[in-house]
């Protein structure tokens, strides 16, 4: 389930466009238990919020309503005061969340990312009554709310924070054990130094890859974070199932935000692959040679280039994942999503 433009997409987990539930734009779509119904918010702005209200689609009826319509909020900027032309959004894909047991859904808007961000409204929207509770959690420069008239109020929390709602799913420890599942169970793995390891008949081979030296950070961007002298690219969470297909994250970056590139592998043969961004369905792309990958400076692993706060999950049980707005089935193909996915 995607929300886009045109309304909710539905897509099967070989990225297969099913059918589209046209009607109003949709944005930030959430299931609720058990994946029987999803919420969303639906509409163009509304006053200083970037959406009209709160929508509920039942997936097996087909019944959608509206949840609630949102307060008009009114906004100035500057000095003397002009009408303020943004709208405030959810902040990433970590901005919305739904409250069990299906109580609540929970929103965290802003007007900009990371370092750019001057407005912070929470709000809590009650998913019985329609109820709307907000509160302004940050509002600098010379920004003002006019209709109402709104001050921020720290420390008062709406809703509890979404890894204390359904905890957090890549979790170290957690995803270290589900990796070593999966290292025993095929030939292929990157060890904790860069190297790419094959064991077969209970012997290990070992090659250098992704280990790089302090001589190789990159001389432009004061921004990269990647520690070094050591890996560039790591193995890391989510747990594609069976846990054939890795993914394997690292050349950190910060800016307004704070970025990580992903690249993938492939258990079974060693293969690894960069994680195109297409803007039509294109076939798998091939591997990069290994001879290839062990002369790379870090900025050259180009991989793919994935914001803190964008969620990057698993869809199915055959390795498919999205990050973004695309869709990458391993091995076959990487379809670019008309929207943003139900989380």
Known sequence: MVGGDKGLSVYDAEGKLLRVLKGRRATAPRYLAGHRAVVYLGGSSHGA?????????????????????????????GDPPEAWDGALNPDTDGGAWVEPPDRALCLRLVDGEGDTTNVTLSMRVDLMSGEVT???????????FVKPRLEPKEGTALCRAPVEVRGDPDAPGRVEVQLKVARAAYPFSIDDKGQLVERRGGRARR??????????????????????????FTESGPLLPPGRWVLLSGNAFRGDLFHTQY?????????IFRLPSPKRPAPWPKPIPLAQLQRMKPLEFDGLDVPAGIAVRAVGSAG???????LFVPGVRVVPLNGNPAL
């Open 263 to 271: 690249l993938i592998m492939d258990r079974q043969s060693g293969a």
């Open 134 to 144: 907000r509160n302004l959690d940050l509002l600098v420069g010379t920004y003002r």
């Open 207 to 232: 090659v250098p890859l992704f280990h790089r030296e302090e001589s190789d950070r990159p001389k432009g961007p004061a921004d990269y974070e990647t520690g070094l002298p050591g890996p560039v």
């Open 320 to 326: 498919s994942f999205h990050a973004s707005w695309t």
């Open 49 to 77: 919020l970037g959406f009209e209200g709160v929508w509920r689609l039942d997936l097996i009826t087909g019944e959608e309503k509206l949840v609630a319509r949102m307060p008009l909020l009114r906004m100035v900027r």
